[in-house]
């Protein structure tokens, strides 16, 4: 996924300037710390990093990206390279069922309705020339050999060094949503927290 981010400051971001910085939801933690001077905690990793540089410098951080879904390395970005190492839509029977994530997009060895794995030999794409992610790179090809040659190190630290959390996203638990909104006191209608029941969560989608 990439989707567009406008930054506005006053007096700190430039006006029309553009950067290619690449970043996710976890560098907003690292970068608001920053821009509040805090130092991070140091007795855990902090996988995100700040976007300070560049957001006030126009100084891209270079770092790879990993994607996943659930606990499976679907894929890494590094650079203007993406390596898939797995493939995946979502299930024929829903698809079947009218879900369909990549609407109009019918992509060879991309939009799998079976989950592939190409850690083998992973479908390699340079985003710069294709950012529909619609031509991958030829394995054959001396442009696929080198790339992954570096890429390849990169994921196997990674997974050397990662230690896998659990998933909050997936436990539902009713107390935890917002009960008593800000005002709700006041109107009198402030409404009990129910009890800690977490369960697995079911996604209509």
């Not at 790879?64 to 995946?88: D, L, S």
């Not at 991309?110 to 991958?136: A, C, F, S, W």
């Not at 196997?156 to 935890?176: I, R």
């Amino acid at each position: 996924m990439r989707e567009p981010t406008i930054a506005y400051w006053p007096g700190r971001v430039a006006a029309g300037t553009v950067s290619r910085q690449v970043g996710n939801l976890m560098d907003w933690f690292s970068t608001s710390l920053d821009l509040a001077g805090i130092e991070p905690p140091k007795d855990r990793i902090i996988d995100g990093i700040s976007l300070a540089p560049a957001l006030f410098n126009n100084t891209p951080v270079d770092r790879p990206i990993f994607y996943y879904r659930g606990n499976e390395m679907m894929a890494v970005r590094v650079g203007m390279y993406k390596a898939h190492y797995w493939t995946w839509s979502n299930f024929m029977v829903d698809f079947n069922n009218g879900i369909d994530y990549c609407p109009g997009e019918v992509i060879a060895n991309m939009t799998t309705h079976d989950q592939i794995n190409n850690t083998m030999t992973p479908v390699l794409i340079h985003l710069g020339r294709d950012p529909g992610e619609k031509y991958p790179i030829k394995p054959h090809m001396p442009e696929h050999k080198r790339v992954m040659a570096m890429i390849q190190p990169i994921v196997d630290q990674h997974h050397k060094t990662m230690v896998a959390g659990e998933p909050q996203l997936n436990k539902c638990d009713p107390a935890v949503q917002n009960w008593a909104p800000p005002g709700c006191k006041e109107l009198n209608r402030c409404l009990p927290v129910p009890p800690h029941n977490e369960v697995d969560c079911t996604w209509g989608h």
